[in-house]
C-alpha cells in the first residue's frame, strides 16, 4: 500500500494566498486552484510514470520491401515515408528513427521509388562533370595575353574605378 503523504494546510494556504496576491482569479476558480497546489505538493518526490514501452505496427525488419515502405506509428504504407512523417505525425526523419532506434540508412522510401528517380536523374544528366561539346573545336594551347603595350588604357581605368550603382546610363559608350 503506497504511503500517503501529509501535507502542512499552512503551506497550501500561503502559496495560494501569494499566487491571488500577483493574479486576478475568479472567486469561483479559487477551490480548483487549491485543489491543484495540493496534489502538486503531494505528487513532489514521487517517481515519475514510466514511460510506455513503444510497440511498432508492424514488425521492424517488415516495415520495407522492394514496393513500400511502412509508417511504425501508425502503420501507413507507401513509397515515401518522409512527407508522410511531417504531415502526418509531424516529425522528422532523424527523430522518427531516433524513436524507433533505427540505423541511419535503413530505407525511408521504396527501393523501386528510389531507382526509377536515379534513372530519371541519369537520363537528364545530373551528377555528371561537364562534358565539352563535340561540335565545338578543342584548343589544347593555353590562352594567349596581347603585350601590355597593347592593352587599352581606358579600359584598364575602368577597372581601377569603383562600379557604378543605380541605373544603367542611356546610352553606350563606343568601343574602340
Same mark, same amino acid.
Not at 497550501?12 to 499566487?19: E, N
Not at 507507401?78 to 528513427?97: F, K, V, W
Not at 590562352?143 to 550603382?165: G, I, N, W
Given at each position: 500500500?503506497?504511503? +500517503?503523504?501529509?501535507?502542512?494546510?499552512? !503551506? *497550501?494556504?500561503?502559496? =495560494?494566498?501569494?499566487? =491571488?496576491?500577483?493574479?486576478?482569479?475568479?472567486?469561483?476558480? &479559487?477551490?480548483?486552484?487549491?485543489? +491543484?497546489?495540493?496534489?502538486? %505538493?503531494?505528487? @513532489?518526490?514521487?517517481?515519475?510514470?514510466?514511460?510506455?514501452?513503444?510497440?511498432? $505496427? *508492424?514488425?521492424?525488419?517488415?516495415?520495407?520491401?522492394?514496393?513500400? *515502405? =511502412?509508417?511504425?506509428?501508425?502503420?501507413?504504407?507507401?513509397? &515515401? %515515408?518522409? !512527407?508522410?512523417?511531417?504531415?502526418?505525425?509531424?516529425?522528422?526523419?532523424?527523430?522518427?528513427?531516433?524513436?524507433?532506434? %533505427?540505423?541511419?540508412?535503413?530505407? @525511408?522510401?521504396?527501393?523501386?521509388?528510389?531507382?526509377?528517380?536515379?534513372?530519371?536523374?541519369? !537520363?537528364?544528366?545530373?551528377?555528371?562533370?561537364?562534358?565539352?561539346?563535340? +561540335?565545338?573545336? =578543342?584548343?589544347?594551347?593555353?590562352? +594567349?595575353?596581347?603585350?601590355?603595350?597593347?592593352?587599352?588604357? $581606358?579600359?584598364?581605368?575602368?577597372?581601377?574605378?569603383?562600379?557604378?550603382?543605380?541605373?544603367? !546610363?542611356?546610352?553606350?559608350?563606343? %568601343?574602340?
Amino acid at each position: 500500500m503506497p504511503e +500517503t503523504k501529509r501535507i502542512d494546510p499552512h !503551506r *497550501v494556504a500561503k502559496i =495560494v494566498g501569494s499566487y =491571488v496576491k500577483h493574479n486576478k482569479i475568479a472567486a469561483d476558480d &479559487l477551490p480548483n486552484l487549491i485543489a +491543484t497546489v495540493y496534489q502538486s %505538493l503531494a505528487e @513532489l518526490g514521487q517517481p515519475a510514470e514510466a514511460p510506455a514501452s513503444l510497440k511498432p $505496427a *508492424v514488425a521492424i525488419n517488415r516495415s520495407y520491401g522492394r514496393d513500400f *515502405v =511502412v509508417c511504425l506509428d501508425c502503420g501507413w504504407r507507401g513509397q &515515401l %515515408l518522409r !512527407r508522410h512523417l511531417t504531415a502526418a505525425h509531424g516529425s522528422s526523419a532523424s527523430d522518427y528513427r531516433s524513436k524507433w532506434g %533505427l540505423r541511419d540508412n535503413h530505407p @525511408l522510401s521504396s527501393l523501386d521509388y528510389t531507382a526509377r528517380r536515379t534513372e530519371i536523374a541519369l !537520363r537528364l544528366g545530373l551528377g555528371r562533370t561537364r562534358q565539352p561539346d563535340e +561540335t565545338s573545336p =578543342v584548343s589544347t594551347a593555353p590562352p +594567349t595575353t596581347p603585350p601590355a603595350s597593347q592593352v587599352d588604357t $581606358a579600359f584598364m581605368e575602368s577597372l581601377s574605378r569603383p562600379k557604378r550603382r543605380g541605373r544603367p !546610363r542611356s546610352q553606350a559608350l563606343p %568601343l574602340t
